[in-house]
């Protein structure tokens, strides 16, 4: 054993030893009480839809909020029954969407594709359309090919589709 004398602290119900300066435990001494959080009463649950409401957008931003909530709305009603990986993956997807609309907004309010500015926003605004079409792509919502008439004559005289779709 070293040449200390250990300062001792109560904490909850266990008294703890700890070496001075170091801050360390002395070996065989209680470890501090540690949380233990049970079901959906811990901060981790809801924590980064806490962070998106509050501290991720400055204040001017906020109208996002919404564009975002419905996106991954819309691809978790698009992919039935998704695994939590497949819900982050959606996730980051409508991150990305949330990017490219405050890039096309930077890019509104600096006056269109010709100024200077916008020479440094266009790849932003293509690598964040790319992560987001590599995410759908990952999870399965890529896009399909429809069936498309050859002539206006074989469009109009088409049956139109019933759609079973919830509106």
Excluded: Y
């Excluded at 501090?32 to 959906?40: A, F």
């Amino acid at each position: 054993m070293s040449n200390f004398s250990p300062t001792t602290t109560v904490r909850g119900t266990a008294e703890v030893l700890r070496e001075p300066g170091s801050g360390r435990f002395v070996k065989g001494t209680a470890q501090p009480e540690r949380h233990s959080w049970r079901g959906k009463r811990g901060p981790a649950p809801l924590s980064w839809r806490q962070f998106w409401a509050r501290k991720a957008l400055r204040p001017e931003d906020r109208w996002l909020r919404g564009i975002i909530h419905e996106h991954a709305g819309s691809l978790l009603s698009d992919k039935p029954d998704p695994s939590e990986a497949e819900k982050h993956v959606i996730e980051q997807a409508s991150i990305a969407r949330g990017v490219q609309c405050l890039v096309l907004n930077a890019l509104r309010e600096s006056g269109g594709v010709s100024t200077e500015k916008a020479e440094k926003l266009l790849p932003v605004l293509a690598r964040f359309a790319d992560i987001e079409l590599r995410a759908l792509l990952a999870i399965g919502l890529e896009r399909r090919a429809k069936d498309v008439p050859r002539t206006m004559s074989e469009a109009i005289l088409a049956e139109p589709e019933v759609s079973n779709e919830r509106t």
